[in-house]
């Protein structure tokens, strides 16, 4: 086993959704981020910001996840990391077949 190259053996990384803030600013739900109401009043929930903060439900607002890599463990065996390393490229460009000419 080795240290997880992914999250440094901690055995968590930083939350890609909240980047660690465990909340994120949306288009504000209550409005639809217009600011107002149908009637034209502030909306309450964001201010009228149109943008309100929410929870983060991807690492429950605790700003990290569980690394994936390491599944929380903080070592991996060297055949998880070069599997990793040598994760399929699809470029998806096979050789051009040669012009008629
Ligand atoms: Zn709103
Ligand atoms: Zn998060
Ligand atoms: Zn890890």
Same mark, same amino acid.
């Given at each position: 086993m080795i240290e997880c190259?992914?999250?440094?053996g901690d055995g968590f990384e930083v939350c890609p959704v909240c980047f660690g803030d465990g909340e994120y600013t949306d288009c504000c739900g209550e409005c639809g981020g217009e600011g107002e109401d149908e009637l034209g009043d502030v909306c309450p929930e964001c201010d009228g910001d149109g943008e309100a903060f929410v929870h983060c439900g991807e690492c429950d607002g605790d700003g990290e996840v569980t690394c994936p890599l390491c599944d929380g463990e903080? #070592?991996?065996? #060297?055949?998880?990391v070069l599997s990793t390393e040598n994760a399929p490229t699809s470029d998806g460009s096979p050789p051009a077949p040669s012009s008629p000419g």
């Amino acid at each position: 086993m080795i240290e997880c190259p992914k999250c440094d053996g901690d055995g968590f990384e930083v939350c890609p959704v909240c980047f660690g803030d465990g909340e994120y600013t949306d288009c504000c739900g209550e409005c639809g981020g217009e600011g107002e109401d149908e009637l034209g009043d502030v909306c309450p929930e964001c201010d009228g910001d149109g943008e309100a903060f929410v929870h983060c439900g991807e690492c429950d607002g605790d700003g990290e996840v569980t690394c994936p890599l390491c599944d929380g463990e903080g #070592e991996v065996t #060297e055949d998880a990391v070069l599997s990793t390393e040598n994760a399929p490229t699809s470029d998806g460009s096979p050789p051009a077949p040669s012009s008629p000419g």
